[in-house]
Nanobody, 124 residues
C-alpha cells in the first residue's frame, strides 16, 4: 500500500513558479514509477509528467516541456514538480500517482495509487 500526499500548490501570477511535492509512505517508494496529472474544472484528467523509479527517464506532455521539471528523491520518498513560466491554462488540481507499470502512467492516463490533489491557480 502506498499513500501519497501532495503539497505546494497555491495562487501565482502568470510567469511565476511553484514547486509541488508529493510525499509517500511505505518502504517501496523506490520501486514505483511516479507521475503528475492535472484536472481543470470541466475537463478530463490530463497527464503532465512522469519519472521512472530510478529517476533515469522522464516524460512530459508537450504543453509543459521546457517549463516543468519532474524529479524524485528516493531517500526522502518524495517526488517533485518544478513549474516555471506558469500560464493561466496551467490552472488545475494537480495529482501525483504511483504505479509499477510505466505505460499505465504515460499512455493510459492512470495510476495504481493517487494523492488527494493540490490546487494550482495562475492569474493573468
Amino acid at each position: 500500500q502506498v499513500q501519497l500526499v501532495e503539497s505546494g500548490g497555491g495562487l501565482v501570477q502568470a510567469g511565476g513558479s511553484l514547486r509541488l511535492s508529493c510525499a509517500t509512505s511505505g518502504r517501496t517508494f523506490s520501486t514505483y514509477h511516479m507521475g503528475w496529472f492535472r484536472q481543470a474544472p470541466g475537463k478530463e484528467r490530463e497527464f503532465v509528467a512522469a519519472i521512472t523509479w530510478s529517476g533515469s527517464t522522464t516524460y512530459y506532455t508537450d504543453s509543459v516541456k521546457g517549463r516543468f521539471t519532474i524529479s524524485r528523491d528516493n531517500a526522502k520518498n518524495t517526488v517533485y514538480l518544478q513549474m516555471n513560466s506558469l500560464k493561466p491554462e496551467d490552472t488545475a488540481v494537480y495529482y501525483c500517482a504511483a504505479d509499477t507499470r510505466w505505460a499505465t502512467l504515460t499512455t493510459r492516463n492512470n495510476g495504481g495509487y493517487w494523492g488527494q490533489g493540490t490546487q494550482v491557480t495562475v492569474s493573468s
